[in-house]
């Protein structure tokens, strides 16, 4: 008669170690004291296209960091990968939040992401049309009021002062950029450069740790881009965060990019310094025009 014992313990020990192996794939690394963000083998498919093929890097905190590449590399993919707006195929994403803790964004809902310190602007403008400039603002903070469902009901004097604060920051913000004109208007026929400023002011709203700018400058032209680089480097000292920026305007990349990383069909092709960056022979060949 088998034992019964040993045909359960047998049982359980290969589910046992495939829920080991399975823990210690999902076990969040501590990141270095200066790191901010890591990406670790980040690989995204779409059917049989690979997107972003087994890419590493890591960026550090308080730091201004381009991703550059041609058309089609998978720039917009990694930033929605960060986001998770996609959701990887393989690899990691790790994450140092306003509370020094390492999340694995994977594990987060796309919602959920911004409430651990990371803010984005799009490529294309992203308003809400039918609201005012200011706001628009205050709608990126709903998240974060601390008010009930119960005070909100009562408009008890908790959501006024609330309220209040949340107004004075919102117009602190738009004041700080040069759009304080523009609070009461709908953000309809305003200016391009005005509506990206806007974007770039509603990241501000929710104190990121971590801002990431697609294609700040497109569509700006030669003065508003470098108005655009000395608002950046401003928001990134006096609002103490760091700054992640996919670019193609490779003069305003590498004018206020401390570190820059090349990828090219969704892997790697250098990552360094600007000056690293424009001598390294395969991003001239693949972005930047090798002879």
């Not at 049982?11 to 192996?21: D, H, Y």
């Not at 004291?33 to 997107?51: E, P």
């Not at 803010?119 to 039918?130: C, D, I, S, Y």
Request: proline residues 4%.
């Amino acid at each position: 008669m088998p034992n019964k014992k040993a045909s359960t313990h047998s049982f359980s020990c290969p589910i046992k170690k495939s829920l080991k192996k399975l823990w210690r794939k999902h076990e969040v690394p501590s990141l270095q004291s200066d790191v901010i963000l890591n990406l670790d083998h980040l690989t995204m498919r779409f059917g049989g296209l690979v997107a972003v093929k087994d890419l590493s890097f890591s960026v550090k905190r308080g730091e201004i960091f381009g991703l550059i590449g041609p058309n089609g590399a998978g720039k917009t993919t990694v930033f929605n990968c960060i986001t998770q707006f996609y959701k990887p195929t393989s690899g990691n994403v790790y994450f140092r939040g306003r509370d020094e803790k390492t999340y694995r964004l994977n594990d987060l809902k796309v919602h959920n992401v911004t409430m651990h310190g990371i803010a984005r602007t799009f490529q294309n403008v992203e308003l809400v049309w039918e609201l005012t400039v200011l706001d628009n603002l205050l709608v990126a903070r709903t998240r974060r009021f601390k008010s009930g469902l119960l005070v909100q009901f009562l408009r008890l004097p908790m959501l006024k002062k609330e309220e209040t604060k949340m107004r004075e920051k919102a117009e602190y913000i738009l004041n700080y950029l040069g759009l304080g004109m523009y609070k009461g208007l709908s953000p309809y026929g305003l200016p391009y450069g005005i509506l990206k400023k806007i974007e770039l002011a509603r990241t501000l709203m929710n104190d990121p740790e971590l801002i990431i700018l697609d294609e700040p400058a497109a569509g700006l032209n030669d003065t508003e881009t470098v108005e655009l680089a000395h608002t950046i480097k401003r928001i990134r000292d006096d609002f103490h965060t760091t700054v992640f920026l996919v670019e193609h305007d490779m003069g305003l990349v590498m004018s206020i990019c401390e570190t820059v990383c090349a990828i090219s069909f969704g892997k790697l092709l250098g990552l360094g310094t600007p000056s690293e960056i424009q001598h390294n022979a395969q991003v001239k060949e693949a972005y930047l025009g090798g002879d």
